[in-house]
């Protein structure tokens, strides 16, 4: 009866021995995470669509002052280098460890690659908000630009002269489908009439020729562009202020789960370190201050 315990003794000890164990090397597991295996973001180790190669997705087309420049030199043209994101992934390939000749642009529409499952690049930059519906079926990076929200306008407008967004509660609005502006549209102006929805920019800009629309709602930088070369005579009435709603910020695109995230994180943040990142954004995307404040 004494063996018969000795030996129960024994193997309850090696059992509790055992799960101790198989506990510590759980816990190691969760500390690291899923991209701390190889601990390296060197090239050979990245998660990479092809080996060696960043491909990089932007929209067709893609327009300055985010490829290009707003005098059209390098339009539509990433390899060229110019505007503040073909510049960007650039300067994140170099941070890297790639050569300019390892980067690889490939085209897709901007609500295509919000849709979940694998995806045919590494990431993909086209000025997408960092949302927490959008953040539920893909990965962001950290926020490579924060910007306000604008008024585009005719200057013969009634709406041109808009101080507060009550001025603008009978205007007929119009956004691109998706955005950050479409829900400034219906959460924050809240006008009377519901904004006409567009899928592309080029649309917008369309609908405001023909008189469809009294203004469009986007982005400042983009604002800057639209009124400089694509709708001929507009204005930037005003832009948002800050407090009228949450900044927009605007991350790279990955893969849910990509692991490639935290090395582009760290890029990111040494070129916000090193003042790159606000070099690109004087360069690209600060054209002047004067624009009136449109308050809540």
Known sequence: MATRRTTWT????????????T??????????????ASGSCDIADLNLVTAGTLTVATGEPAFPPWVGTTDGEGFDDPESQLGFEAGLVYAIAGELGFADADVVWTRIGFNEAIAPGDKPWDFNLQQYSITSERDEIVDFSSPYYVTSQALVVYPDSPYASAKTIDDLKDAILGAQIGTTSLDFIENVIKPNTEPNVY?????LEAAMNAGQIDG????????????????????????FEAEAAEPDEYGLLFAEGNPLVPCVNTALEALRSNGT???LEDTY???????PIITG
Not at 23 to 36: L, M, R, V
Not at 285 to 291: E, K, R, V, W
């Open 23 to 36: 506990a510590a090397c759980s816990s190691d597991s969760d500390e690291t995470g899923p991209t701390a």
């Open 277 to 279: 990142l606000q070099e």
């Open 285 to 291: 995307l600060t054209q002047g201050g004067g624009i």
């Open 216 to 239: 469009l709602v986007l982005d400042l930088p983009t604002g800057y562009f639209v009124t400089a070369v694509q709708v001929e005579g507009s204005i930037i009435a005003g832009q």
């Open 199 to 203: 899928d592309e920019n080029v649309d």
């Open 10 to 21: 024994i193997l309850l000890a090696l059992l509790l021995a055992f799960a101790m164990l």
